[in-house]
T-cell receptor
Framework: KNEVEQSPQNLTAQEGEFITINCSYS?????LHWLQQHPGGGIVSLFM???GKKKHGRLIATINIQEKHSSLHITASHPRDSAVYIC??????????FGTGTSLTVIP | DTGVSQNPRHKITKRGQNVTFRCDPI?????LYWYRQTLGQGPEFLTY????????KSRLLSDRFSAERPKGSFSTLEIQRTEQGDSAMYLC????????????FGPGTRLTVT
């Protein structure tokens, strides 16, 4: 079993839809990270959070430490949001564990 | 500083050959990580450095793999006697915070072993 599980694996949405990607983890963590990976490999860090909620523009990330669960929400989705979204967790030993990613396609 | 850079971006090699990849982190970052990513999977941790010290190595890092960061700046990852199973994207990331802070990723080196 992977330390980090994401769902769904693939997601197709119409432009403007509200999108939710879920992440569950099974290890103790010091932080949870949401990453965005575009075709060609480049990875960009979207959020790093250890509690509560963070918001950047149309992106919102939440974490529930007790339930070991996080969600990434995209409001008013746009085709340029199409990418793979990866959840990762880090522990105090600086090990990072990654989910397999959610491939999002937003159709105009 | 324009971010984390990796060279080469692509490498095609024949099975049995040795390859070396380079990563230049963001200059003030003291932590440097290497990951491997295969198609459809998330990155897998290989190793990381705090300055020039290699502090953690994954079980994935067989004895054919070696990484160095001699002066605490750039790092190299060498794979000896490459196998077809080594074909993957090799990603480097760096961070500043001592507490598993936000990582900045390089563009990766895509290795194809024929």
């Amino acid at each position: 079993k992977n330390e980090v599980e994401q769902s769904p694996q693939n997601l197709t949405a119409q432009e403007g839809e509200f999108i939710t990607i879920n992440c569950s983890y099974s290890v103790g963590i010091s932080a949870l990270h949401w990453l965005q990976q575009h075709p060609g490999g480049g990875i960009v860090s979207l959020f790093m959070l250890s509690s509560g909620k963070k918001k950047h523009g149309r992106l919102i990330a939440t974490i529930n430490i007790q339930e070991k669960h996080s969600s990434l929400h995209i409001t008013a989705s746009h085709p340029r949001d199409s990418a793979v979204y990866i959840c990762a967790v880090s522990n105090t030993g600086n090990q990072f564990y990654f989910g397999t990613g959610t491939s999002l396609t937003v159709i105009p | 500083d324009t971010g984390v850079s990796q060279n080469p971006r692509h490498k095609i090699t024949k099975r049995g050959q040795n390859v070396t990849f380079r990563c230049d982190p963001i200059s003030e970052h003291n932590r440097l990580y290497w990951y491997r990513q295969t198609l459809g999977q998330g990155p897998e941790f290989l190793t990381y450095f705090q300055n020039e010290a290699q502090l953690e190595k994954s079980r994935l890092l067989s004895d054919r793999f070696s990484a160095e960061r001699p002066k605490g700046s750039f790092s190299t990852l060498e794979i000896q006697r490459t196998e077809q199973g080594d074909s993957a994207m090799y990603l480097c990331a760096s961070s500043l915070s001592a507490l598993a802070g936000e990582q900045y990723f390089g563009p990766g080196t895509r290795l194809t072993v024929t």
